[in-house]
Structures are given as structure tokens and as C-alpha cells.
């Protein structure tokens, strides 16, 4: 539990963390690459735990020194034990990887957040184009490419991050060439196929709509630096905002905020982005975000949504969401609407009618993204502000409450 006394004025630097999103498929790419893998600027977060318990089941050897993993490969194993897959929803992306190097993978549905369905039918779907066959049994999958991973035309019915990781980990060995069309876009597709590259794999056009992959025999470990969190900068963006304060963060690519900056322009912040450093200097007041309706990238980012909502909550005038993603993504408004913000929430439409303040109360965080929002309204919000179900939001944040405090929040984790 998490408890916030407000409200407090954010003032200070920070420096922003690896990015969780990059992170786990980067681990699942490690399991291709013969010898040593080092991720540099790999957060401390618990979802990274799971997938270095996943990495480690499978036979490698893992060791972090502070923010430097070490990934010895050496996969003795092909199946991922239940208790593994349910602690994440992202551990899905490690089948294509387990299929690519065993020729074989065995797991059941993932677990993670409760965001509405997110099913793994266009994974499947897409790597049965590449030969693997799957055979569904008691709730697992049993999944083979009895002969081989082959190279072949994909065009994805929608552009599924995940699924997009599945075909290029599984592709990167195997024969032939592969071309996805309607790939995700997502910065951290882009920072995969780097470090896929860099260890010797021969992928194109990543960061774009269509991904062409050449086949290569072995891929070697390498040296690789996880991109900053854009979805960890806008949030310490928002809490900024909110409290009217003037924070600047570190070790950003401001390539990647760009998607995210409107409602923070229209809010009335200042923001100033200059090499890897973003500022963001807020006024006392905000005004409303306007209309907001999140797409894959290069649209707004639904991660992004929750945080922007705290923010309208106190803004002046009235702000209108569209939420295009998943269907669960407004589990947060039940406890922005307990400290008194006015959201009204049908279907995928959320109205939020700004209020001058809001007002500390015990909530519960039902998701990653929607804790996180709890806690920026809690930053702003008159009295004390009780956070439980703080381990959703360990999953994606590192040691959010020592940074908030580090600029001047008034936090204690219990």
C-alpha cells in the first residue's frame, strides 16, 4: 500500500527508467543468441523478475549487477511451467523465441492485467503461416515446426504489438525471408530488431508499417542499452502537471513523447525538449485535455491514457476519451470518481468534467496503468490518499515512490 499526503509541488530532475516493454521481448530474443547477452538500463521491476524466473526455468543463467542483466544462454527446456505464465501477460512473447530455438514450445495462457480480452489467436494464427503447428489440450498449447520455421507472407488484421514480437523472434532463424505487413510500429519493435541486428539477424524496416526478415543460421549474444520508458516519463509528466510543478527528466528519447505531448500543450504546460532531457513546467491550474482517443502508435498510446485522466480531472473545462485498445481500460475512474472527479464512463467513451480539487480517500489500483493514475491524483488531491494494490504498479514502475519523493511528494509504502 501506498500513502500519499497532498498535495505537494514536484520540483527536481529524475532520471527516466528502461523501458518494461522493451525489456521482456529483448529477454525472450536472448534465448536465440548463442553465448552472453548484457541489457544495459534494465529496470528493477517485477515483471523483469518473471521473465528472468521464465529465462532461468528454461536452463539460462541470469545475474544482475544494479541495472546490468547478464543472459548466459543455455536452454535445456522447452515448456513453461503455470505458474510462470500467469504472473504476466507478456510472457506470451517467449513462444516464438522457444519455438525458433527448440523447434517445440509448451505453455498455457498468460496471466497479467485484467484490461478485457486480449486474445492470443492472431499469434497463432501468425506463426501457423510460418509452419508451426498447434494442437490445444486441457488449456495449454502445444506448438511445433516439424519442418523448420519458414519464411512467408504475414498481414496482420490488426497491429498487435505482441504478436508483431512473436513473428520477428520466431522469423529471425528461420529459413527463407518473412514480411509482415501491418506491423506495429511501437518504438520498442524498433529497439528488438536493433539488438536482433546487432547479433547478427538481418530485419528491415522496423519502426514502419511493413517488416521484411532474412533468415540467418545463428544469432550471438551482444551488448545492448533498453530505450528509456516513454509510458514512466509521461507518467512523472502527468504527476508534474498536476501539482503545478516544474520537473525535469533525464535520459529520454523525445522522438518517442511526441505522440503523447498534445494534452499536456492544451493543459497549458510548458514543455521543452532538448537532446535526451525533457522539461515541464506546469501552471496552477490546468485546463482541460480536450478529446483524446488512443491508436497504435504513432496515435496515442492507451498505457498513457489513465495518467492523462488524473489530469483532466482537475483541469478546467471538460475532456472527452476514446478508448479504441481494450475494453477494461477505465478501471481507474472508479477511484478518481472516490476522490471526487467527475467521470462518466459508456462503453469505450469516457466525459470528464474538470473539478478545482479532489480529495484524498483509500482507493484500490485494478491494473499497472490505472495505479499509476491513482497515484498522480493522489499527488494533487487535499488530505491523505491510501493506494492499495500497489503490485500491479511494481510490474512497470521502478521504485516509484522513492523518485516521487526524491521531487518532493509526501509518500510512504507500506
Known amino acids: 500500500m501506498m500513502l500519499i499526503d497532498g498535495p505537494s509541488r514536484l520540483m527536481g530532475e529524475l532520471e527516466v527508467q528502461g523501458a518494461k516493454n522493451s525489456t521482456l521481448p529483448l529477454l525472450a530474443g536472448a534465448l536465440l543468441c548463442r553465448g552472453q547477452t548484457v541489457l544495459h538500463n534494465c529496470p528493477e521491476l517485477s515483471d523483469v523478475d518473471a521473465a528472468v524466473k521464465i529465462l532461468e526455468h528454461l536452463g539460462c543463467r541470469c545475474k544482475r549487477e544494479g541495472h546490468d542483466l547478464t543472459i548466459e544462454n543455455g536452454v535445456t527446456c522447452h515448456e513453461i511451467p503455470e505458474e510462470l505464465m500467469r504472473r504476466m501477460r507478456s510472457s506470451i512473447v517467449f513462444l ?195 478529446h483524446i482517443r488512443t491508436m497504435p502508435y504513432p496515435g496515442f498510446p492507451t498505457d498513457a491514457q489513465p495518467v492523462v485522466m488524473a489530469m483532466a480531472a482537475v483541469g478546467d473545462g471538460t475532456s472527452v476519451f476514446v478508448e479504441n485498445i481494450f475494453e477494461n481500460r477505465y478501471r481507474h475512474a472508479e477511484g478518481l470518481s472516490r476522490m471526487g472527479a467527475r467521470v462518466k464512463v459508456e462503453g469505450k467513451v469516457a466525459v470528464v468534467e474538470g473539478v478545482p480539487e479532489l480529495t484524498g480517500a483509500t482507493v484500490e489500483a485494478m491494473d499497472l496503468r490505472g495505479g499509476a493514475a491513482l497515484i498522480v491524483a493522489g499527488l494533487c488531491a487535499q488530505g491523505s490518499t491510501k493506494v492499495r494494490g500497489m503490485e500491479y504498479v511494481e510490474r512497470g514502475y521502478e521504485k516509484i515512490g522513492e523518485h516521487l519523493s526524491e521531487l518532493g511528494a509526501k509518500i510512504k509504502s507500506f
Not at 492472431?122 to 519458414?150: D, F, R, T, Y
Request: charge should be neutral; hydrophobic fraction near 40%; proline fraction near 5%.
Open 96 to 290: 516464438g523465441a522457444i519455438i525458433s530455438r527448440c523447434g517445440e514450445a509448451r505453455l498455457c495462457s498468460p496471466g497479467g492485467c485484467e484490461l478485457g480480452p486480449r486474445p492470443i489467436d492472431l499469434h497463432i494464427s501468425s506463426l501457423k503461416k510460418l509452419g508451426v503447428q498447434v494442437k490445444e489440450s486441457g488449456g495449454w498449447l502445444h506448438c511445433s515446426a516439424p519442418g523448420g520455421i519458414n519464411g512467408a507472407y504475414v498481414s496482420l488484421s490488426f497491429p498487435s504489438v505482441g504478436a508483431t514480437e512473436n513473428l520477428i523472434l520466431a522469423a529471425v532463424c528461420g529459413s527463407g525471408t518473412t514480411i509482415i505487413a501491418n506491423a506495429a510500429r511501437e518504438p520498442e519493435i524498433s529497439d528488438l530488431c536493433e539488438y536482433l541486428n546487432r547479433c547478427g539477424g538481418r530485419i528491415y524496416g522496423a519502426g514502419e508499417s511493413c517488416i521484411i526478415i532474412d533468415g540467418v543460421k545463428e544469432l550471438y549474444g551482444a551488448e545492448h542499452r533498453v530505450m528509456p520508458d516513454r509510458i514512466a516519463a509521461v507518467t512523472y509528466m502527468a504527476a508534474a502537471a498536476v501539482t503545478g510543478g516544474n520537473v525535469t527528466l533525464r535520459d529520454v528519447d523525445n522522438t518517442h513523447i511526441l505522440p503523447m505531448l498534445t494534452p499536456f500543450e492544451e493543459s497549458g504546460c510548458r514543455v521543452r525538449q532538448l537532446g535526451g532531457c525533457l522539461d515541464i513546467l506546469a501552471p496552477k491550474r490546468l485546463s482541460a485535455v480536450r
